[in-house]
Nanobody
Framework: VQLQASGGGLVQAGGSLRLSCVVSGLAFDKFPMAWFRQAPGQEREFVAAVRRRGFETDYADSVKGRFTISRDNTKNTVYLQMNDLKPEDTAVYYC????????????WGQGTQVTVSS
């Protein structure tokens, strides 16, 4: 199983980025997907999740209204559109997958760095 995240970079506050995570080695449309992030010196935290068909989503309060998670099951890809970025969004962003019957995020990508300058 591989989860390949990309799309990170350096952006000014108020800017936008779109992260992508391409998944291989599992039946993508059967796995809920999520994005997490980890800032230096902090624990990894939940950002957003999307159910298998893409119709149900969940967001951390800190990103509601600014970030949008989506998926394309024909491309085995999950996205995170990030708008109105803030310096506190600076972190390494990870995509993750779990079995639909489990609460444990079992599969993780390698992470992509997002840096927001003020």
């Amino acid at each position: 199983v591989q989860l390949q995240a990309s799309g990170g970079g350096l952006v000014q506050a108020g800017g936008s980025l779109r992260l992508s995570c391409v998944v291989s080695g599992l039946a993508f449309d059967k796995f809920p997907m999520a994005w997490f992030r980890q800032a230096p010196g902090q624990e990894r935290e939940f950002v957003a999740a999307v159910r298998r068909r893409g119709f149900e989503t969940d967001y951390a309060d800190s990103v509601k209204g600014r970030f949008t998670i989506s998926r394309d099951n024909t491309k085995n890809t999950v996205y995170l559109q990030m708008n109105d970025l803030k310096p506190e969004d600076t972190a390494v962003y990870y995509c993750a997958a779990r079995e639909f019957y489990s609460s444990v995020w079992k599969h993780w990508g390698q992470g992509t760095q997002v840096t927001v300058s003020s």
